[in-house]
């Protein structure tokens, strides 16, 4: 990921309270189609707890938030 400076004008739904955004490019050949497919970047927030280790697998989700 890269943190990038965000403009005044970004919208507060991407920045929360912050003054950066985290930009990764994916390497996953399916996101790739998929964004290109769409002519657009997809937007998401990470699937992690702060503080805590990334969650890398959809059983691990599920343990970490349940059904929520």
Do not use: M, W
């Amino acid at each position: 990921s890269i943190l990038l400076p965000c403009k005044e004008t970004a919208p507060k739904l991407l920045t929360g309270a912050h003054d950066k955004l985290a930009i990764r490019i994916s390497n996953h050949q399916l996101v790739n189609q998929l964004c290109e497919y769409l002519r657009s970047p997809l937007v998401s927030t990470s699937a992690n707890v702060s503080g805590h280790k990334p969650i890398k697998s959809y059983h691990e989700c599920l343990r970490k938030f349940g059904k929520k």
